[in-house]
């Protein structure tokens, strides 16, 4: 079975700060790991993943996120926050077996101030 | 190349009643997934079509049903609604069954309201 746990259900950093947003998981399987974000009222869009080998991976938008094995992690991380930034962030591994289950997190919500 | 469209967008029914969400996949992609959102909460899965067969399952009742048809389009019908099936309901595409594609395509939801 897979889970994701997402530190901190909000997050409010000023605009050009660091953005942080956490994400842990527990897999019985090797994990595939991914960041989507979702805009008010929109569906979700992939930032970022993880399948195998570089374990630091960019996405769009100037995203990156790490996989630490040793820690069951996969934080998400930006260097400066953009207003546009603002959004709902999810955390999510896949299942084992040969269908693609997305497990996600319960979400991280962004605040970016002026 | 056409997105991930769902609808509708917004719909409103009562107690009991039953509903369709339709979903339209995105070009070349052979799978659809649905998922359900409940407010505050991410996405859960209900389950999965690959080639018009159910392909894996989440914890949901049997009266969540669906379909899949030859054209990779997509049908999810709940029946004898309840209150907590208030959602939104995503519909997701992808272009094979592994986990190696590495990405889900989501269309923008069908938001349900149960009064």
């Known amino acids: 079975a897979q889970s994701v746990t997402q530190l901190g259900s909000h997050v409010s950093v000023s605009e050009g700060a660091l953005v942080l947003l956490r994400c842990n998981y527990s897999?019985?399987?090797?994990?595939?790991l991914f960041w989507y974000v979702q805009y008010p009222n929109q569906g979700l869009q992939l930032l970022l993943k993880?399948?195998?080998?570089?374990?630091l991976v960019k996405g769009i938008n100037g995203f990156e996120a790490e996989f630490k094995k040793s820690e069951t992690s996969f934080h998400l991380t930006k260097p400066s926050a953009h207003m546009s930034d603002a959004a709902e962030y999810f955390c999510a591994v896949t299942g084992g077996g040969s269908n693609y289950k997305l497990t996600f997190g319960k979400g991280t919500l962004l605040t970016v101030n002026p | 190349e056409t997105g991930v469209t769902q609808s509708p967008t917004h719909l409103i029914k009562t107690r009991g009643q039953q509903v369709t969400l339709r979903c339209s996949s995105q070009?070349?992609?052979?799978?659809v997934s649905w998922y359900q959102q409940a407010l505050g909460q991410g996405p859960q899965f209900i389950f999965q079509?690959?080639?018009?067969?159910?392909?894996g399952r989440g914890n949901f009742p049997p009266r969540f049903s669906g379909l899949q048809f030859p054209n990779y389009s997509s049908e999810l019908n709940v029946n004898a609604l309840e209150l907590d099936d208030s959602a939104l309901y995503l519909c997701?595409?992808?272009?094979?069954?592994?986990?190696?594609?590495?990405?889900?395509?989501f269309g923008e939801g069908s938001r349900l309201t149960v009064l």
């Open positions: 993880y399948t195998t080998g570089a374990t």
């Open positions: 070009s070349g992609h052979n799978t």
């Open positions: 897999s019985s399987v090797p994990p595939y």
């Open positions: 079509y690959y080639r018009e067969e159910e392909n």
């Open positions: 997701a595409s992808s272009p094979s069954l592994g986990r190696d594609t590495g990405e889900l395509f």
